[in-house]
């Protein structure tokens, strides 16, 4: 408290005093998404002496918000929200609450009177991967070789132990690309183990792979160039920083400037290996299955999206319900 007294006053000669009282009981809470660039004052002993790191909503954190939003809505209640929860690793409360906006804005331009699944799904598709393409002209021959390629990469994370369940495939152009397979993990991956990095690689694998069985090698697309970057990223973290090289052993090898030319042709040379391995294992397979692959990529040619139940039904070799 500060004591002054009014100009003119018998007390006005008296100096201002502080009298200070004891804040216990009081906490002060602050946050910031860039603790490195506070002042070195606030960080100093005695001032914000305990830190708290607030990580990005696990998938059960996702699924309960994902309820909170919803609540705001109509919406059907046969929504599983766990279902698109696990399908958006990473995704903060806000872009969450974008995810349900933009399916209530899908929803009233259908002119429905309430949010169904298949509204969540094209909210959150448009969010990953961006905006349908309509609008885009793509001839059969594109379209033929997009089916074969996405139906190859469901076949190899369908007939792969480790791999992720499938979510849906689609040849829709989405922003830059032309068809997706997207795989919906069972729950959050806290740690991978070999066999989940390595089903990740020849899924990566099945699309050029599809491509060269079905159209030959010279008719081979560009279209594999962000699945070859996704298996190379995994391959060479394997040998480089997860000790999972047999050759080179349990060692880390961050700074390749700092690496001989003998150990730097070693790390190359293993990773080179690794992926010649993951693109013969999908060979394998997709030869193994050339019937289903055939199925589906004619199921997706005639529909353009398949769900995971329908991805199924044409694997075992039903046929789909006309739509």
Known sequence: MVKISPAGSPEASVRPVLLFKSNEGIIIIGATNFPEALDNALLRPGRFDMQVTVPRPDVKGRTEILKWYLNKIKYDKSINPEIIARGTVGFSGAELENLVNQAALKAAIDEKDMVTMKELEF????????????SVEIGDKN?????YHESGHAIIAYYTKDAMPINKATIMPRGPTLGHVSLLPESDRWNETRAQLLAQMDVSMGGRVAEELIFGSDNITTGSSNDFENATRIAQLMVTRFGMSDKLGVMTYREATKLSPETQSAIEQEIRTLLKDSYERAKSILKAHAKEHKNLAEALLTYETLDAKEIQIVLEGKKLEVR
Do not use: H, L, N, Q
């Open 123 to 134: 909210a959150k598709d448009k969010i990953v991967m961006g905006p349908e393409r309509r």
């Open 143 to 147: 379209k033929t070789i997009t089916a």
